[in-house]
Nanobody, 117 residues
Framework: QVQLVESGGGLVQAGGSLRLSCAASGRAFSDKNMAWHRQAPGKQRELVATIYSGGSTHYADSVKGRFTISRDNAKNTVYLQMNSLKPEDTAVYYC???????????WGQGTQVTVSS
């Protein structure tokens, strides 16, 4: 079982920065792929960024060049550095741990990010 706890959300002006953290409990964090998703009011949840167990990363086109995902396996933590924030980045951000095989997925409770114009 894996428990994920996000932190770092808040209110920021457009153009500002925030860093989200997701602390994981449980075993074998380094074996898990980690991702950040977000869900804005009235919209479907969307994948923002992924960092695989091997270290490779993938970003949604909407955040490329502005967001950076990273992980510290010694601290069982994954981060999302968000720069040049826009009002359209406003959403609840969720941390996700997953494995392809055997398939498993775990979610955090979410943290609110609000970007004012």
């Amino acid at each position: 079982q894996v428990q994920l706890v996000e932190s770092g959300g808040g209110l920021v002006q457009a153009g500002g920065s925030l860093r989200l953290s997701c602390a994981a409990s449980g075993r074998a964090f380094s074996d898990k792929n980690m991702a950040w998703h977000r869900q804005a009011p009235g919209k479907q949840r969307e994948l923002v960024a992924t960092i695989y167990s091997g270290g490779s990363t993938h970003y949604a086109d909407s955040v490329k060049g502005r967001f950076t995902i990273s992980r510290d396996n010694a601290k069982n933590t994954v981060y999302l550095q968000m720069n040049s924030l826009k009002p359209e980045d406003t959403a609840v951000y969720y941390c996700n741990a997953f494995k392809i095989y055997p398939p498993s997925t775990y979610w955090g409770q979410g943290t609110q990010v609000t970007v004012s114009s």
